[in-house]
């Protein structure tokens, strides 16, 4: 990711942040956030019913290859 794209998220990702910026369904995106709360992929921040992730642990685990992660979802 360019890093201009990378300062217009915000440092801490709502649920429909990611939803965008992974182009998927709202469901998809908590299956995803959800999973990465019970691997510890990369860290979850559950407030309520609510998630808040990192963004820039989350950008690490998205660019990291599938083979060489074996937390990847």
């Given at each position: 990711?360019?890093?201009?794209?990378?300062?217009e998220l915000p440092p801490i990702l709502k649920m429909n942040d990611i939803k965008k910026l992974l182009r998927c369904s709202?469901?998809?995106?908590?299956?995803?956030?959800?999973?990465?709360?019970?691997?510890?992929?990369?860290?979850?921040?559950?407030?309520?019913?609510?998630?808040?992730?990192?963004?820039?642990?989350?950008?690490?685990?998205?660019?990291?290859?599938?083979?060489?992660?074996?937390?990847?979802?």
């Amino acid at each position: 990711m360019f890093d201009k794209e990378k300062r217009e998220l915000p440092p801490i990702l709502k649920m429909n942040d990611i939803k965008k910026l992974l182009r998927c369904s709202a469901g998809k995106a908590y299956e995803i956030v959800y999973t990465a709360e019970k691997t510890g992929a990369f860290p979850v921040i559950r407030l309520g019913k609510s998630y808040r992730v990192p963004r820039d642990p989350f950008l690490e685990w998205l660019a990291t290859p599938r083979k060489n992660n074996p937390g990847r979802i």
